[in-house]
Nanobody, 128 residues
Framework: QVQLVESGGGLVQAGGSLTLSCAAS????????VGWFRQAPGKEREFVAG????????FVPVSVKDRATISRDNVGKTVYLQMNSLKPEDTAVYFC?????????????????????WGQGTQVTVSS
C-alpha cells in the first residue's frame, strides 16, 4: 500500500504557472504509474495528465494540451505536474493517483477507476 501526498497548490493569478508535486509517504513511486486528476465543485473528477511507471509514456488530454506537463524524477520519489497559462476554470482540487504497473508497460492510465491509490488533494485557485 502506498500513501500519496500532494503539495504545491495555492492561489495564482490567471496566466501564471505552478508546479504540483506528488510523493509517496514512507515509500517510493518507482513501481507505479501515476496520474493527476482534478475536481471542481459540482463537477466530475477530470483526468489532467498521466505517466507510465517507466516514464517512457505520458498522456495529456486535449483540455489541457500545451499547458500541462507531467514528469517524474529519476529516483522514483516524486511526480510533478506543471501547469502554465492558468485560467480561472483550472480552479479545482488536484489529486494524484497511483497504480502498480509492469516496468515494460507503455500504457497511461487515464480514468479514475484505473487507479487504486489516491492522495487527499491540493487546492488550486486561479484568480481572474
Amino acid at each position: 500500500q502506498v500513501q500519496l501526498v500532494e503539495s504545491g497548490g495555492g492561489l495564482v493569478q490567471a496566466g501564471g504557472s505552478l508546479t504540483l508535486s506528488c510523493a509517496a509517504s514512507g515509500s517510493t513511486l518507482s513501481a507505479y504509474a501515476v496520474g493527476w486528476f482534478r475536481q471542481a465543485p459540482g463537477k466530475e473528477r477530470e483526468f489532467v495528465a498521466g505517466v507510465s511507471r517507466s516514464g517512457i509514456s505520458t498522456f495529456v488530454p486535449v483540455s489541457v494540451k500545451d499547458r500541462a506537463t507531467i514528469s517524474r524524477d529519476n529516483v522514483g520519489k516524486t511526480v510533478y505536474l506543471q501547469m502554465n497559462s492558468l485560467k480561472p476554470e483550472d480552479t479545482a482540487v488536484y489529486f494524484c493517483a497511483a497504480e502498480r504497473q509492469s516496468f515494460s508497460s507503455r500504457y497511461v492510465y487515464n480514468a479514475p477507476h484505473e487507479y487504486h491509490y489516491w492522495g487527499q488533494g491540493t487546492q488550486v485557485t486561479v484568480s481572474s
